[in-house]
């Protein structure tokens, strides 16, 4: 996922406490506050692999994933190669729908200097207000777009580690715009399904046509 800030929420709790900086489109951010459990460390002893992102409007990208039954050491495998993969694209939030897996897991660092990656497998969200921000949204799989979006400022999120442990996490700003972007993606959406069909269509020819050319 990319973000650009397009105002900043009435709440403010999470962005007036950060540093922001938009590199190549993405925007990193860090917040004041203090690393919390859900950030994890991806380490491991196999060396990682750059995965292929799917681009809109390949069909793959519309598959409802599957729970994950067991988090093993395949499922660890991959979600370091989907970090390795979101960090080289580069971007703030992957789901494994974009990598052509279908399963439900997320990875996700808003952090500037790659530091506080966060792992969501099975995730499952609730908004917790009837208040709305709104993002300037992009997408690893939607290269070179950006539109607006309005989503619940707030959510709760229940989800397991990369341990396969459960933890609960109550998310706004910046954070609760992510996770609800990318479980869009375990479950076939993408942000432009939530512009004019005459803009998502406008953004799908522009698309099809830049694969051609690159084909």
Do not use: W
Request: charged residues 25%; aromatic residues 6%.
């Amino acid at each position: 996922m990319c973000v650009r800030v397009n105002r900043q929420s009435p709440r403010g709790s999470l962005l007036q406490n950060a540093l922001a900086t938009l590199h190549n489109g993405s925007l990193h951010l860090r917040t004041c506050q203090a690393i919390d459990p859900t950030l994890l460390n991806t380490c491991s002893n196999q060396p990682m692999a750059i995965l292929n992102i799917l681009e809109f409007p390949d069909p793959r990208l519309r598959t409802i994933a599957k729970p994950v039954a067991v988090v093993d050491d395949e499922v660890r495998q991959l979600v370091d190669d989907m970090f390795e993969t979101m960090y080289e694209a580069p971007g703030i939030g992957l789901a494994a729908t974009q990598v052509n897996v279908h399963k439900r897991i997320v990875v996700m660092d808003l952090s500037e200097d790659r530091t506080e990656p966060r792992v969501f497998i099975n995730p499952e969200f609730e908004s917790l207000t009837d208040e709305m921000d709104q993002y300037q949204e992009g997408c690893l799989s939607v290269p070179g777009f950006y539109e607006n979006v309005d989503r619940p400022q707030k959510v709760k999120i229940k989800a397991l580690d990369r341990d396969g442990q459960p933890y609960e996490l109550i998310a706004e700003g910046l954070l609760a715009v992510c996770i609800q972007h990318e479980c869009d993606h375990l479950n076939g959406k993408l942000f432009v399904d939530y512009l004019s069909t005459l803009k998502r269509d406008r953004i799908k020819k522009k698309l099809e046509k830049l694969h051609r050319q690159n084909a």
